[in-house]
């Protein structure tokens, strides 16, 4: 069966780090997935992308986490990471990990396959 699983998420306060992570089975990993994303919905707003990878280790950013946030994989694991610095009260959300096709690389909720069930980050000022 399909799995991803996140861990990592917790409380921080403004300007800190965070590194996310997602356990991927090897089934979504090494098949059907050219690309693993990383989504946030923070409470009363819908979900957004916020950085995404290709199997080529090319990636792509939300323009509110340039700079800021780094997406890597290690294949050897099957694992997604999301190194987050600088951390703003703005990036408070549950964070969720994702896999799908090629058309994920526009992060877009539609075109991922596979989800996680989601790690909350809590940043105060």
């Known amino acids: 069966q399909v799995q991803l699983v996140e861990s990592g998420g917790g409380s921080m306060q403004a300007g800190g780090s965070l590194r996310l992570s997602c356990s991927a089975s090897d089934s979504v990993y090494s098949s059907e997935s050219h690309c693993m994303a990383w989504f946030r919905q923070a409470p009363g707003k819908e979900r957004e992308g916020v950085a995404v990878i290709d199997t080529t280790g090319s990636t792509r950013y939300a323009d509110s986490v340039k700079g800021r946030f780094s997406i890597s994989k290690d294949n050897a694991k099957t694992t997604l990471y999301l190194q987050m610095n600088s951390l703003k009260p703005e990036d408070t959300a549950m964070y969720y990990c994702?896999?799908?096709?090629?058309?994920?690389?526009?992060?877009?909720?539609?075109?991922?396959?596979?989800w996680g069930q989601g790690t909350q980050v809590t940043v105060s000022s």
């Open positions: 994702a896999a799908g096709s090629g058309r994920l690389w526009y992060l877009s909720i539609y075109d991922a396959n596979y």
